[in-house]
């Protein structure tokens, strides 16, 4: 009885063993960026971010990465950009060969950034990856906080300045005020302007380049993005003989601002198959360029490498109603401060009848 | 002969403190409005200021 005993103990640690060693590896999952996260200005500085995997023992440990990065949400205040405001900024995967991979991204405001990321061990047949969110949090530039404490300095002065003029004299509104006013009626009801100039740039999707060795096939969906959602970007390596699919090609996707030729995005993509896709939010409502460079990859056939750039449109959208409404009250309420003040002391200053 | 000429003020309005107050905020809000949020001729040259004071949004 006791050997039968002693044999079901033996089989169940035999067992407990095996599930342990077939239980996925835990990874260790870091980001870094080239500068500190308190020196990156949104909307002005592109920083490279570097995602290092490694296990337990902190060796870097080959990965293939799910990436999904998602914009902040705005605080008390609204942001530059209210639609971008905690939407997806990115998604796709992308591989860690030696442990780390490095993007290029210029985030587009203030506030704390969510990126997901999945992780599984390059070569193991682990299912479940493992899973991590990492947060960053990017500060306003300083100049545009200097700025709006003048803007509201400003009105705080005219708000002094007319409850003065008011509480003194109880004098009526000018002439000048009134054509400040019919001016700003008369451009409120001009016709509406697009924003960028967008006449000397073709939008033509899908694209498609050959230099004789390999053919490149580049769709987007939709055709013109848009701020706030996200654009499926999709494209194929090819054999332009056989129409064969190049495998292990490698994939370097940048996106640039067409207006101000910032860099806004950089990336390498993984193609095994040949086909690679990535989902991407441009964020500004402005056109970009779409640059996608073939080069030949580790594993993959040799070829000479092709660059083909596209022009991206994207389409802005006004900010929503409510934002700007909430806004204007808190600017109108500086100003009626502002005026309370100036009204008490003009009227200790009026001048006796 | 001489003739004696009335001039009256015509046209005088008096608006209490009050009213005088709503209507300077008034302009400026249609001010502040024209140059910070509208979607006119306007946007392109104030692109940049909005984009340079951290809290006016654009698209």
């Not at chain 1, 306003?140 to 003029?165: C, H, K, Q, Y």
Request: glycine share 8%; net charge neutral; hydrophobic share 45%.
């Amino acid at each position: 009885m006791a050997r039968w005993a002693v044999r079901v103990l033996a089989i169940c640690l035999a067992l407990v063993a095996s599930t342990a060693a077939a239980a996925p590896e835990e990874l260790q999952i870091r980001l870094t960026t080239a500068v500190p996260f308190a020196e990156i200005r949104p909307d002005r500085d592109a920083a490279a971010f570097t995602l290092t995997v490694t296990d337990a023992a902190g060796r870097l440990v080959p990965a293939r990465l799910h990436l999904a990065l998602q914009a902040p949400r705005s605080g008390w205040f609204s942001t530059d950009f209210p639609l971008v405001e905690a939407t997806d900024l990115f998604a796709g995967e992308v591989l860690a060969p030696d442990g780390r991979y490095t993007f290029t991204y210029l985030p587009p405001m203030r506030g704390q950034y969510r990126l997901q990321v999945e992780a599984w061990p390059l070569g193991a047949t682990a299912a479940e990856p493992t899973r991590g969110t990492l947060t960053f949090t990017l500060r306003e530039t300083p100049d545009e906080w200097r700025n709006l404490a003048l803007l509201l300095s400003g009105l705080l002065v005219v708000g002094v300045v007319s409850g003065f003029i008011i509480g003194r004299s109880a004098r009526a509104l000018g002439p000048g005020a009134g054509a400040l006013l019919a001016l700003c009626l008369w451009l409120l009801a001009a016709a509406p302007a697009r924003a960028h100039e967008r006449d000397d740039l073709a939008f033509d999707f899908p694209a498609a380049e050959s230099n004789g060795e390999i053919a490149v096939r580049l769709e987007l969906t939709p055709h013109t993005s848009a701020t706030g959602r996200l654009t499926e970007i999709q494209g194929a390596v090819t054999d332009p003989h056989s129409g064969q699919p190049v495998p292990n090609a490698q994939i370097t996707l940048a996106m640039i601002h067409a207006e101000d030729g910032i860099q806004v995005f950089r990336t390498l993509l993984p193609a095994p198959g040949g086909e690679f896709n990535w989902r991407h939010q441009f964020w500004d409502g402005a056109p970009h360029y779409l640059e996608i460079q073939v080069t030949p990859g580790p594993g993959g056939s040799a070829f000479t490498p092709l660059t083909r750039r596209v022009a991206v449109d994207v389409e802005g959208a006004a900010p929503p109603a409510a934002v700007k409404v909430k806004l204007m009250a808190w600017l109108l309420g500086v100003m009626t401060l502002g005026m309370l003040g100036g009204y008490r002391w003009g009227l200790r200053q009026r001048p006796p009848r | 002969m001489r003739k004696t000429i009335h001039l009256h003020r015509a046209g005088h309005l008096h608006l209490t403190p009050f009213v005088q107050a709503a209507l300077v905020l008034a302009i400026a809000g249609v001010v502040l409005y024209t140059v910070l949020f509208s979607n006119t001729g306007l946007h392109d040259a104030l692109h940049g200021l909005r984009h340079s004071l951290g809290i006016i949004p654009c698209h």
